[in-house]
């Protein structure tokens, strides 16, 4: 890659924007200009899965807006304290799918490790808001776990770094856990699953850039933005040299109401995402997780919203819409 800015100083600007991200609602709502009175289903104090906003992500939302889409994604409200009928704590069955602490195998072929519990955000809507980080144990013991079992098991052509968020590692951890999947020979794939992208674009160092591509197997990034004013400037323009150096960019999004359960968000998404050198993949349908129930759209709406797609948009630009299904063998199509 050519090098934009020399390496010490981009490995230290992710890590202090990550420390410097909001992490109390009143702070947050004073930068937005906005004040509590405005938003009468706040919980400006949750017990758990408190507030997480990185600030570049912050200043992507509209001032003064207490119905932005980017505010919506992370804002506490009391309606997560509802318990309503069908919504729980694991709903993709994680727990079931375990072969090792933090190694999921559901699918044919393709292993998803757990890299980390940390997140840069805190998604209201995350599947994974309520799952037992805690239990992960030492990590460093608990990926040695994992690479044996991977090691061992000679079907997997895929490994996906997932988490939490994979990227919150160091480049050094990554770059030592790569080069041990490299070194197996049966993986012909690497896919990394992670926000930090959107939501923390100087995380696109480029030493990490290259600790991607200059190894054996081919690296794609999966991305998560779910609306358009996600994708600033500084997020195109990292994403593009990473294109360029030979990363394969995907975007997978939620469907979320009040959020992009327009047409016009969802065509203005893969338009941009188009411009940010990313082809959609897959729109998931929410997975029914404690808490998000305010975030559901039926799926008859969620049908009517990819035909209207589909419609305006060439078909490499329409995501595949999809739902987790326990116990399926993969994400299945919501048609
Ligand atoms: C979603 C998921 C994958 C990836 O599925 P693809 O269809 O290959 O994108 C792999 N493993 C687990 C456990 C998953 O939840
Ligand atoms: S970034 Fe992903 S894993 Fe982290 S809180 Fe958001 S949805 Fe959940």
Not at 8 to 31: G, I, K, M, N, T
Not at 148 to 162: F, K
Not at 327 to 335: D, F, T, V
């Amino acid at each position: 890659m050519v090098p934009r800015r020399t390496g010490a100083c981009q490995s230290e600007r992710w890590r202090r924007e990550q420390v410097a991200a909001f992490d109390r609602v009143d702070e947050l709502l004073a930068f937005l200009g906005l004040d509590r009175a405005q938003i009468p289903d706040l919980d400006a104090d949750p017990e758990t899965f408190g507030l997480k906003v990185p600030r570049p992500f912050a200043e992507c939302m509209r001032r003064n807006d207490p119905k932005d889409p980017l505010l919506r994604q992370v804002l506490p409200l009391a309606a997560e304290q509802q318990r309503v009928a069908g919504y729980v704590e694991d709903p993709v069955a994680d727990a079931t799918a375990e072969r090792v602490p933090g190694l999921l195998v559901k699918y044919a072929g393709r292993a998803l490790l757990m890299a980390t519990g940390a997140c840069a955000i805190h998604c209201r809507y995350c599947f994974r808001r309520h799952f037992p980080y805690q239990n992960f144990g030492p990590s460093q013991a608990r990926l040695e776990r994992a690479l044996e079992d991977i090691a061992g098991n000679t079907q997997l052509s895929e490994v996906i770094l997932s988490g939490g968020d994979p990227l919150m590692l160091s480049d050094e951890r990554l770059e030592a856990l790569i080069e041990r999947l490299d070194g197996l020979a049966h993986l012909k794939r690497l896919r990394l699953h992670s926000r930090l992208p959107v939501v923390l674009p100087s995380r696109l160092t480029d030493r990490l850039g290259t600790i991607l591509t200059r190894g054996r197997l081919p690296s794609t990034l999966v991305i998560h933005a779910n609306h358009p004013h996600e994708l600033s400037e500084a997020v195109r323009s990292a994403l593009l040299d990473w294109r360029a150096a030979g990363v394969t960019l995907l975007n997978q999004s939620v469907l979320l109401r009040g959020v992009n359960d327009r047409i016009e968000t969802q065509v203005e998404l893969s338009e941009r995402l188009f411009a940010c050198g990313v082809l959609p993949y897959y729109l998931h349908g929410l997975d029914p997780v404690a808490g998000s129930a305010h975030f559901q759209v039926s799926d008859a709406e969620a049908r009517g919203l990819l035909e209207g797609m589909r419609a305006r948009l060439p078909g490499y630009l329409v995501p595949r819409l999809v739902r987790e299904i326990p116990g399926a063998h993969s994400k299945r199509p919501l048609e």
